[in-house]
């Protein structure tokens, strides 16, 4: 016999966005669409900027916009929609009240209007940390007030660093563009033969598993970054030094791989070396690691140096997409209907590795209360001895989760993407 | 009956390298590996980092190299060859003496002394602006000296700022990547509610060419950054600030795109004035024009400001290539080897564009000495009248120059590139 979901669902994107944030989206209308919607329930509704366009209303009906004419899913619309990067309904960055508090109960009991204006009792949230904060304290809140309700958390982040789940949605895309970019860099500095630093700035404040994924090459092509510097470990400018120059004296042309995060022993930022300048203006000049070590390299080593800092496209790049991350998105957004139609509440889906030499994975769930507001550093064994690299088994570790593409559309040589409006 | 060229040839790549140096260069190979090698010549030579290399003797046989065992092209190598970022030969930058100069007769017996020990009477050189002085440059001195020689530059360069030619092989694929990444940021950055703007910064120091394609999807998807600044027109301060505000005043999330080389009235670049500030260390900080401004206008209009400066990428992202600019290239590389059959010297070939509504190229080309050390701005009647965007006239006038994908073959998740070690 079919599960049913309880009441109609709500879903919502928030928190940074990602190249597959909506490919988990798609996934979790794929599920709903395969409920029979009824008086009682079975339609998805979806929140526009999260919990904060929610409480102002702004709520679409996602059942009618993805069946087509014929009574069956959009196909079309939900295959651009896999394949469109950041977060179609938009998103928010909000952090809800203690459900405890006196001034929480406001904030609450303006969500739990618009619960009971659309008979909601299933919510699908999906994001990061805080958007796992989220649920667990709606979790709280609807049962102290015994609003009878089921809530997923459905993760995604390019950072990678959340616990109990083997990687999260977003990370083998964002990875993949890494990877490939910095293979792209090794070759265009190899052209010239004049001694030159290349210092790539890759996204990570806490976590350096994305600053990791530009060396996976080292285990396929067999062309990698000289060093990769992570914020899992103190960084030192003279042993930086000492790096640099005992590469300089192998090959003409060294490049580097630094997470935005690297810092010294005592905390500071290596951003913040450079943030003491001011500009003609006298704006303070804000650098990132990157831009903070080209300057101090090219004092120090007086050779040719650049910082190439990756920037937003290291999210948002869909024009290559990992195939494993789009296709384990959508399975963890369908997972988590199927979750919600058993019951499990005040969860989150998680992706297991599954024991074996294939990569094969599965979706579970965990408790949200478990895995909110903890941060996943790299693994100790995935970093050399030294501090200035990651191992091999690393590499291999990361290599199955940028496997595989998966071309988009393109109209007059432009991607074609999904838009609500 | 078949043209044969003079002797053996070589061909060299030189300047920055592009996206699609390296289909060039496997046109040229194509074109030299349907001659017959006889004791006379017809074989092709390639020089190792340029006419830099060349001149200490770094010299290979690229026939033999592109040879198959059965005696055919192989296609393999050069298919891979063609989708290969960067230049394959290695580059330099060297600027040849004065030919007529005391201290140029060393460096050009140097040179010849090359030609003679392996017979080449033919010389291809791929490059830019200063490519084509180099071979304007060999061209006085052989025919100052009597040494029969066919001279002939192939272009390349993502600045597109030769002039003659309708566009420059490399700057199709520079200026597809460009146009897609600012779709993907458009998305992302729509996500929020809050105001917020987002400068990208473009290459381009003397020509806005590249930075116009961010506007590319203009006519196209209908999406677009909200106002493009080249280097043609002057940058002021009042101006971006005004216009900043209306389109804060339209939406809240605004988007635009910035030249590298954008200047004030006096001529200072506008990255300048970032310059003053010194980091903790006393090490003088230089901005790029994107991260001053964003500093700017953060302390001006006191919003969510991000600067992102899309950098090395923009040259070297073979994983997103356009296919008419590797087909072009191809074509341009093949097309010189005809014109050198023919006795063409001294000359640089061109792309012309074909009058008619759909788009068609012709390759031709023109003496050297009219093109090398001028350069070619964005047309006046591609700029509106405010100085602060390209006109649709532009985008449709560089749309089918990014028309195309060529998917590269991947193998564990990462692009397969070619390289000569």
């Known amino acids: 016999m079919e599960q049913k979901i309880f009441g109609n669902a709500i879903v919502g994107?928030?928190?940074?966005p990602t190249a597959a944030i909506n490919a988990t989206l798609a996934g979790v209308i794929r599920g709903m669409l395969a409920q029979t919607v009824t008086d009682e329930g079975g339609r998805l509704y979806g929140m526009r900027n999260g919990i904060d366009g929610m409480m102002r209303d702004n709520v679409i009906d996602l059942s009618a916009r993805f069946t087509g004419e014929d009574g069956t899913p959009d196909e079309q619309a939900l295959t651009l929609l896999e394949r469109t990067p950041a977060a179609a309904l938009g998103s928010c960055r909000r952090k809800l009240?203690?459900?405890?508090?006196?001034e929480g109960a406001a904030v609450y009991e303006q969500i739990l209007?618009?619960?009971?204006k659309y008979n909601i009792h299933t919510f699908f949230y999906i994001g990061g940390n805080d958007s796992m904060d989220t649920v667990a304290k709606l979790s709280v809140y609807t049962k102290k007030v015994g609003y009878p309700m089921v809530l997923l958390g459905v993760p995604k982040t390019i950072d990678n660093d959340l616990i109990v789940t083997d990687h999260t949605p977003g990370y083998g895309s964002a990875a993949k563009f890494v990877a490939t970019v910095m293979q792209?860099?090794?070759?265009?500095?190899?052209?010239?033969t004049v001694p030159a630093v290349t210092i790539v700035e890759i996204?990570?404040?806490d976590a350096g598993w994305l600053t990791a994924a530009a060396a996976i090459g080292r285990t396929t092509t067999g062309y990698a970054p000289d060093y990769v510097y992570l914020p899992e470990r103190v960084f030192s400018m003279d042993a930086f030094y000492a790096d640099l120059r005992q590469a300089l004296s192998r090959h003409p042309n060294v490049v580097v791989a630094v997470s935005e995060g690297i810092h010294f022993e005592d905390g500071t930022p290596v951003g913040a070396i450079g943030a003491a300048g001011k500009d003609a203006f006298g704006h303070i000049q804000l650098a990132g690691a990157g831009k903070a070590l080209e300057n101090a390299v090219r004092a120090e080593l007086g050779c040719k140096v650049r910082s190439i800092e990756l920037n937003l496209p290291q999210r948002c790049a869909a024009h290559l997409l990992s195939r494993t991350d789009i296709e384990e998105s959508v399975r963890v957004g369908k997972a988590a209907v199927e979750a919600a139609a058993a019951g499990v509440t005040g969860e989150m889906m998680i992706i297991e590795r599954l024991p074996g030499t294939d990569y094969r994975t599965a979706v579970s769930h965990?408790?949200?209360g478990e895995i909110a507001n903890r941060v996943r550093a790299v693994d100790s064994?995935?970093?050399n001895e030294a501090g200035n690299n990651v191992t091999d088994e690393c590499c291999r570790y990361l290599a199955p989760i940028i496997e595989g593409e998966l071309p988009?559309?393109?109209e007059g040589g432009l991607p074609k993407f999904f838009r609500f409006d």
């Open 366 to 368: 965990r408790p949200v």
């Open 97 to 102: 009240p203690d459900p405890e508090s006196e």
């Open 203 to 205: 996204m990570g404040r």
């Open 184 to 192: 792209e860099i090794l070759l265009d500095c190899a052209v010239y």
């Open 408 to 410: 988009l559309t393109y």
């Open 13 to 16: 994107q928030s928190g940074g």
């Open 381 to 383: 064994s995935f970093i």
């Open 113 to 116: 209007a618009i619960f009971r």
